[in-house]
């Protein structure tokens, strides 16, 4: 039998340190595109869609997080796993095959740690990742540092929408390596957590398989309608 392999893309980070603070979208590692193709094979197998996981681990997170006050990733996972994401994408015919969370943190320079959890899905065509960065930055002036920048407000609360450079990944299942390249575009939407624009941030990310650049109305789609079913979002009065 001849090598298995396995593609997957993950956004790369950009060169400002500022914007990799505030970034959560972080390339994925060999554990990542593991847990990418037993949960692809699971969901197709099943021809249903993949739900969050919530093992043991998810579960400890989870009551560290609701004792900090912040959102886990499992919360974020639940809020972008919706059952008309596929529609809000523009590929309805499709269904979520990887749905997970995780909890880590981004440090800083002065050795603290930023909390940065976050929920991923995957479809067929898209990858959505949706993050929440517990920085003291604003949204203000972040379109004179990203490319293809520009204020995007979502429901009465500051954004800034951009593109990001997306990394590669090609896994051989059989020899247990990884090689990197270049891919496409993803389109994401740094959005301040309250109105007033008052410091952290969440960020919506999506990407193509087929590096196609993403459709910017679909990420539009999905920020309106996920970002209220976060927990802790501040509806604009």
């Not at 410091?199 to 590096?211: C, F, M, N, T």
Request: glycine letters at 12%; charged letters at 25%.
């Amino acid at each position: 039998m001849g090598d298995m392999s396995e593609d997957v893309a993950a956004p790369e980070k950009g060169p400002n340190p500022w914007v990799q603070a505030i970034a959560a979208l972080v390339v994925v590692g060999a554990l990542g595109g593991g847990l990418y193709v037993i949960q692809k094979n699971d969901a197709e197998a099943a021809d249903k869609p993949a739900t969050c996981r919530a093992d043991d681990e998810d579960k400890k997170a989870d009551a560290a997080a609701k004792a900090a006050r912040r959102v886990s990733g499992t919360q974020l996972c639940t809020a972008l796993n919706r059952a008309d994401l596929p529609t809000l994408l523009g590929t309805p015919q499709e269904h979520a095959l990887t749905a997970y969370g995780s909890d880590g943190s981004v440090k800083t320079a002065g050795g603290g740690e930023i909390p940065s959890p976050e929920g991923t899905v995957q479809l067929d065509t898209y990858t959505v990742k949706l993050s929440r960065s517990y920085d003291e930055l604003p949204i203000a002036g972040m379109e004179d540092l990203l490319d293809e920048a520009r204020k995007e407000p979502v429901l009465g609360h500051p954004a800034v929408l951009y593109s990001s450079r997306t990394i590669s990944i090609s896994f051989d299942l059989g020899g247990g390596r990884s090689e990197t390249g270049p891919g496409g575009i993803a389109r994401a939407l740094v959005v301040a957590p309250d109105t007033k624009d008052g410091g952290g941030s969440y960020e919506l990310a999506i990407w193509r398989q087929d590096d196609v650049r993403p459709d910017d109305t679909a990420l539009l789609r999905v920020a309106q309608a996920v970002m209220p079913l976060i927990p802790g979002w501040q509806t604009a009065g």
